[in-house]
């Protein structure tokens, strides 16, 4: 069953914000970043806390934004995989048992937005 986590933004005088979700458990399908007032060129960094799998990372991102979240796979020796040694193979980022760490950066003295972040 898919939920989402949502994360409102308050920047504090150094434009900075950084939240913790609750532990969340199955694939991160989707990212919806909505900017109500926030700085442009503001950087957004989302992250699995324990296996610091990244999920998202905007840098001088300007209005609102919506992904999907995949990352490159790798072999069991750790080897990134491509298709014809060029385009990446890229699969879906799992959470299991684990929080998620929002950071946001150079968004502006109090500024607001919110992260709704999809876990299927």
Known sequence: MAHWIDVD??????GDHVIVTP?????VSTVMFADTDL????????ATTDTE??????TNQAGS??????????????TALTYDG??????P????????T????QGGDTKTGNIKIVIV
């Open 9 to 14: 933004i308050e920047t504090d005088a150094s």
């Open 23 to 27: 532990i969340v458990n199955g694939r």
């Open 39 to 46: 700085a442009a060129g503001l950087d957004i960094t989302i």
């Open 53 to 58: 799998q990244t999920v998202l990372a905007l």
């Open 65 to 78: 934004i919506t992904v999907n979240p995949l990352q490159q796979a790798r072999d069991t020796g750790g």
């Open 86 to 91: 060029t385009e990446p193979v890229s699969v």
């Open 93 to 100: 980022i799992y959470a299991a048992n684990e929080t998620i």
């Open 102 to 105: 929002v950071t946001v950066a």
